[in-house]
């Protein structure tokens, strides 16, 4: 009989690390022109000191924004992060926990609208994905953490905002493509990604009176710390779409930008699809 792998022992449980990775990830394009779009706004960014999380902070910050990133223990990219935030004349605050916290959550956003006075765009991204082909090798272990790291701090960090958002404000969700095409070896991790989606259109409706729009990203393969982390094999990563290749950050921080600035004023509960020409609905 095959032997259960335990989900302790997996390699997938090591968080990754942007500054080791080969080739390192585009963050930005060097031609992105910044044009005042988010001047004088506040961002809170979970899962900011690497991959998708990164390049949605630099193209802020480029954008005229102050930022504060969330992240669990990437003291170095975070860093990284800040020093690239600065060059672009933006603050970074930069708050290091555990999302799985309640607790952590609301003292992480009171942190960042002590520091900054107001805050004016939450965008909702870190996660954590363990692949398992066999339904039978996701523990109740790996099931619990997946949810409490994936969806509840959405919830928590939401709550937490609320309070200081206004008018014309915006909340970003991240999900997957995983989370409209299922993903034969990220069960646990694409229903996460699904509630995501149910949970932004939700919000979105209870927030269209105060004003403040909630919308999401759903990213394809995108070349990120989680990929190296979660997977041994990363050469045919992205190959199987209608592009036949991965994308990279510097491709997924633009719509960010679009979903939090008044260029998508008349949109709410939507996704964004940027996944190499993946055709999927909603
Ligand atoms: P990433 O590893 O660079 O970012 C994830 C970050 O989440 C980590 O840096 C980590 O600091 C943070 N994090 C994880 N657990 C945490 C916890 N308990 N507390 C605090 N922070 C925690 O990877 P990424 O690919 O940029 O991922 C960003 C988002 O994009 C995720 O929501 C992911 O599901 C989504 N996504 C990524 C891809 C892809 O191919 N890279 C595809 C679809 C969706
Ligand atoms: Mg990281």
Redesign the pocket.
Known sequence: MKKPKTFPEQKQNL??N?YQMNPEPEIIRENYAGSGKLLGKVAFI??????????VAVHFAREGADIAI?????DK??LITQELIEKEGRQCLII?????EEK?CKSAVKKCHTHFKKLNIVV??????FPQTDLEDITSAQLHKTF???IY?YFYIAKAALPFLQEGDAIIN?????AYRGSEHLAD?SS??GA?VSFTRSLSTMLAKKKIRVNG???????????V?SFDKVSD??KDNPMKR??Q?SE?GPAYVFLACEDSSYMTGQFIHI?GGELVGG
């Open positions: 968080p990754g942007e979970t899962g900011g000191d690497s991959g998708i999380g990164r390049s969330v992240y669990l223990k990437e990219d975070a290091s926990g555990d999302l799985k952590f909702n991204n870190a996660a954590v994905q409490e790291t994936n701090p991240t999900s997957s493509v995983t991790y996460t990604k995501i990203v759903a990213p394809g393969p995108i070349w990120t710390p989680l990929i982390a990563f992205g991965a994308g950050p997924v996944n």
